[in-house]
């Protein structure tokens, strides 16, 4: 499976910064403005870059190996 340029940018932004901040953001706000599921949010989001991770990482994997056919 290889992604377009665009698309892989795009995950990689969202698994290397989006998605951990959130996490984090939604931790200290969560302590401060007593929202729920602080915990279960910020996990999710850590397992959702993860998954996301693993699929571009796959990808960039695949990616090299056609070019390094060229």
């Given at each position: 499976?290889?992604?377009?340029?665009?698309?892989?940018?795009?995950?990689?932004?969202?698994?290397?910064?989006?998605?951990p901040a959130f996490g984090v953001f939604y931790v200290a706000m969560a302590g401060t403005w007593g929202l729920p599921y602080a915990e279960e949010i910020?996990?999710?989001a850590q397992a959702v870059a993860l998954f996301i991770g693993s699929l571009i990482g796959i990808?960039?994997?695949?990616?090299?190996?056609?070019?390094?056919?060229?």
């Open positions: 499976m290889k992604l377009p340029d665009k698309l892989y940018d795009i995950l990689k932004w969202t698994v290397c910064i989006l998605l910020s996990k999710t990808s960039s994997v695949q990616y090299y190996k056609g070019n390094k056919d060229d």
